[in-house]
């Protein structure tokens, strides 16, 4: 039986709940699992909206909608489709370039003044798997050449079209097509050699 | 669309940076060649991870509210705000900044930060050599606090000068233990599912040996009398059974049975002994609810013959009371106790009986 009084703290009791027990719970409407995934993911989402808005209040809203769009259609997540953490980073980006569009003057900063660091508790493994993956991309990201690493910035985290970089970066449109899916690929490859070592 | 996309607008559409037309002809197309399909989901698995390399924050309490007000509808969904003139203005700095190299300026920016106050202790560690990166780290200068407990390796290490985010002994025992864990966590669960397929196969192994037990059990059983023969089955004793069995198993026909009754398996072993003799059943019988048993019948045909109670829990060899031909089948049911004649409830297992 559905505990009701107390869904909050039953599953941030749950203490290495999967982000797909969560979805399953979100989507038989248990909001204490859409606050454990808040708590899990809200800092990432709010991270990248900030560093594609650079904008503390149309970031917090960005991230609004992406949860309460998760919690909607929670019941039509494929897990085959996407890890949960994807599918909402995936809403996040979109929402943030859809703000973009609207706006095209905002600055693309990332004002980290009102951030918190994020603490460890409970169950260390998502911090630690997190920060790994986090290492394995910035490596392979350093290890790009900046001119390629910059398209690829620009148009994940700017939202901008590949004419859109040309221009920003002063380049050919040809150029930056190819710096793009030169750096795609590199980084692919990166990855993969990166993650199979993590593999024992 | 029917040819293929260009690379380029391949990318661009992985990158969901197309307008809405173009962004419907490339996923008409995609959707529909497996081939651009494929490179499409890896740019896309490619992109996915980009949001990792970004410091995490922690989840804002504010965020967290209005997300609930919304949902409980006493908040509006979202407000927007007119661009304002200030906006416009930081992102013809942030363009200018891109333009003369914003790595060179995070690094300024860093080293201001953290002059103005004394690192704290790190909750994170990045194993990273400093190498010089924007990605993932502020673009406007953040208060020291926040700067250095953010896993920023490429913007600490991006000013030759600045003092290193982290003690490099530290960082790398954290990195290490990282790497550690990591591996650890893999091989646990690589363990788990080995165990598990281990524990499965023990069980069958188990209840084969159950069955051998009892047959040696009665080979060395002195002879009793044999209880006066009920109507119907029961459960057989002595050493004539199983003599029986030894006789059966060497010329009779033998049938290995495995099934699951509700999560715990069942394994029967069916004895056809020769010289038309009646069959037998072995098997440890699995827990059934209070007041209830598992009954056993044979289908031959249209009719249906009671074969029989098994006991629950318990180490069992069923004599039925015929013996089986081919064709036949031996089926189980749940049945309150001492009911009997027909099953009154779904067959939980049933095997059919070859030549």
Redesign the interface.
Known sequence: MVDREKPVERHQNEIGSSDLVLMRSMARGERGALSSFYERHGGVALTLAMRMLGDVDGAEEAVQDAFVAVWRRAADFRPDAAAPRTWLLAIVRNRCIDELRRRPGLSRALPLDEAQPPAIEGDPWPDIWKRHCGDALRAALRDLPSEQRNVIELGFFGGLSHAQIAERVDAPLGTVKKRMRTGLRRLRLALDASYADALP | MNEHPE??LL??YA????GETETARVRAHVESCPYCRSEAG??R????????????????A???E???A??DGSAP?????P?ASF??L??????LL??VGL?LWLAVALRRAQSQTAAPAF??????PP??????????I??P???A???A??VASAAPSAPPAMDPALRQRV?VL??S???E???AQ?DVARDRERIELLQRQLADADASVVALERLRAPRTPEPAPSPGAGVQSGGEAAAELVAALSSGRVYSVDGVVGSEPWHLTIVQPPAGKDAVIYTRTPDAPDGDTYRTWVLRGAATFDAGELRPAAQAELEMPMPLQTGDQVAFSREPVGTGNKPTSPFLMKVTIGP
Do not use: C, K, N, Y
Request: net charge positive; aromatic share 4%.
């Open positions: 690379f380029e990318d661009a990158l969901g940076t197309l890896e740019l698995s490619v992109l996915d991870v980009l949001p990792h390399g970004l410091p995490d924050m922690r989840a804002s504010r965020v967290r209005r997300i609930f919304q949902l969904a979202r407000h927007r705000r661009p906006f416009a930081a992102g013809l700095a942030a363009a891109l333009a790595d909750a994170v560690a990045s194993p990273s190498r010089a990166s924007s990605f993932g780290v502020p673009r406007r953040s208060p606090r926040l700067i407990r953010t896993p390796p490429a990195a990282e790497s864990l990591t591996r966590r893999l091989r690589r």
